[in-house]
């Protein structure tokens, strides 16, 4: 396509923009985006949550208020929403129990995630049914994140592409049934890893799509027997 | 800060120099505002007006920021700071500033941004948060001594960005990779631009305000006292405004930059690549490790600074 008119990589917004809660756009604003991510991916129902955190993160997330950045996050709030700066008190009042444990070392050692970037944190998360998620991921820079880790499959997910992720029963067929589902749609998709959860005979998928996906096949794949819960993480906006 | 990769069109970024944007606005008969608004719109399918009330709503959280920290202290989520820009505001109401009051004004609402910011306040990252003081204060400071429209404001902040695009694209607008001069300095030079357009100036003259502003940032470290950003940041939006509006003020009496905009911008990405890692936001040189900055990371941190 032949444009009119010069321009950059930068929209006008990523530099009058964006707004958000201080001090720090990495430790800050992309700590909640975290945190909000791992909330969606939680089914949005915490009742407990452990943070933690690695390199600069485990070091300085006093001072830059990652702790109430990340806690906030997992309340539901948005960077730019000032509640943040009191969600230890907002998490109190609802009965989400939390804590934070600075860890050693770099955050992808032993655990087969992909990351080795310095603001990383792990969320550790049950939920009010008792269910757990394990979410990993980096701030890595202007207030943009990465899912790394989910559930001990490593992902990738900044944001840019929708990800669908399913726990179902360990069954033959599932998978080529979600598949052709979103085939039906004619929805391709980019990326795949399932882990296999042999105690429980359970199994987490985790599908990056092209394009964007409708609600109703969410219904859909919802539907299927053997499936036990489906969660659509969407980009931003 | 990282760049954001949307579609681009077929012109090459390597083409998105500010002396070629120039020309673009002479042969379209635009300003440069117009210009960078037209850019946004077509690259990114927002429209006109979308793009336009965008901008406004930065406006709106720009003025809260502002005037957050003036008629009382705010501090620090850390405690380090705070109070800074209540206690300058104070002493410009006695009338003791010898600052004259477009400039007094600039810097006191320099400081309550970067405060705010501190505080864990809503403000606008422009381009950066550690720099957020910087655009809001000239704008407001000049918008309001001129009595310029809310629509000269927002046009004015799309002359802003112009600027901070060509720094980012050719340079950088971090300080982890180029010192404070990218973040600060890049600040002053997109306020120094916005403030000539609201001063009357014409394109060229903002050009060469922001290109004299950022020459005089050049070298800056990035040095924050426990790495968080709050000492120095803080006053460096206060004096980088002073810098900034000092530049317009010149580039409307006709002063011209004798290094170009564009060669600026190169000469201060060079310079931050030379700048050693100590001095680019590590919090590992310069003011951090000071007796007293080294003194302060035991106090928040409760272990040695060496240990970092
Ligand atoms: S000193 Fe560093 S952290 Fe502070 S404003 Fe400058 S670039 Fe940002």
């Known amino acids: ?237 | 800060m990282e760049s954001t990769n949307y579609e681009k069109g077929e012109n090459v970024m390597a083409e998105f120099w500010m002396s070629e944007i120039l020309k673009g606005c002479v042969e379209k008969g635009m300003s440069l505002g117009e210009y960078i608004l037209a850019s946004e719109c077509e690259n990114t399918g927002q429209t006109r007006e979308q793009a336009l009330d965008r901008m406004s709503q930065m406006l709106d959280v720009m003025e809260q920021s502002a005037r957050g920290g003036l008629e009382n202290p705010v501090f620090s989520n850390s405690g380090l700071t705070g109070g800074c820009a209540h206690q300058y505001h104070g002493y410009i109401q006695k009338g003791q500033s010898i600052l004259g009051p477009v400039l007094a004004d600039a810097v006191q609402m320099a400081l309550s941004c970067s405060e705010v910011n501190a505080a864990m306040g809503k403000i606008v990252a422009c381009p950066t948060a550690g720099s957020c003081g910087i655009v809001p204060a000239a704008v407001l400071a000049v918008g309001k001594y001129r009595g310029n429209s809310r629509e000269e404001m927002v046009q004015a902040l799309f002359t802003a960005s112009g600027v901070g695009m060509v720094i980012g694209e050719h340079a950088t607008l971090a300080g982890a990779d180029g010192g404070c001069q990218a973040e600060c300095g890049a600040a002053a030079a997109m306020a120094a631009a916005a403030a000539v357009r609201l001063l009357g100036g014409d394109d060229e003259q903002a050009v060469h305000g922001a290109a004299m502003a950022l020459k005089n940032l050049l070298g800056l470290v990035c040095d924050p006292v426990c790495g968080l950003v709050e000492i120095p940041c803080i006053k460096r939006n206060a004096v980088s405004v002073s810098v900034a509006l000092t530049a317009a003020d010149m580039a409307c009496a006709g002063v011209r930059s004798y290094i170009p905009f564009d060669e600026v911008v190169t000469a201060m990405y060079a310079i931050g690549k030379a700048l050693p890692q100590q001095l680019r936001e590590t919090g590992q040189g310069g003011l951090a490790a000071t007796k007293t900055g080294m003194e302060m990371y035991q106090r928040i941190y409760g272990q040695d600074y060496g240990a970092m």
Not at chain 1, 43 to 71: M, P
Request: some cysteine; proline content about 4%; hydrophobic content about 40%.
């Open chain 1, 1 to 237: 396509m032949k444009t009119e008119y010069l321009a950059g990589s930068y929209s006008v917004f990523d530099i009058a923009g964006p707004v958000m809660v201080g001090p720090s756009s990495s430790h800050t604003a992309g700590a909640a985006r975290l945190g909000k991510m791992a909330r969606v991916l939680a089914h949005n129902s915490v009742r407990s949550v452990v943070f933690q955190l690695y390199g600069s993160f485990a070091k300085t997330y006093k001072g830059h208020g990652t702790d109430k950045a990340l806690l906030a996050g997992i309340l539901g709030f948005d960077p730019w929403d000032e509640r943040l700066r009191d969600s230890f008190r907002i998490a109190g009042e609802s009965g989400v129990d939390y804590s934070f444990q600075p860890m050693e070392g770099s955050a992808g050692e032993g655990t087969g995630w992909e990351s080795v970037h310095p603001n990383t944190v792990r969320f550790l998360i049950t939920t009010h049914g008792g269910e757990k998620f394990d979410v990993v991921g980096c701030s890595i820079g202007g207030g943009k994140v990465r899912i790394v880790g989910l559930n001990g499959i490593s992902v990738q997910f900044t944001g840019e592409s929708p990800i669908l992720v399913t726990r179902h029963l360990d069954s033959p067929g599932i998978i080529a049934s979600i598949a052709s589902l979103l085939y039906q749609s004619r929805l391709n998709i980019g990326n795949m890893r399932v882990s296999r959860k042999r105690h429980s005979d359970t199994a987490d998928m985790y599908l990056e799509i092209d394009g964007s996906v409708p609600k109703s096949i969410v219904e859909q794949i919802q539907e299927l027997p053997g499936m036990l819960s489906v969660v659509l993480l969407q980009p931003e906006e």
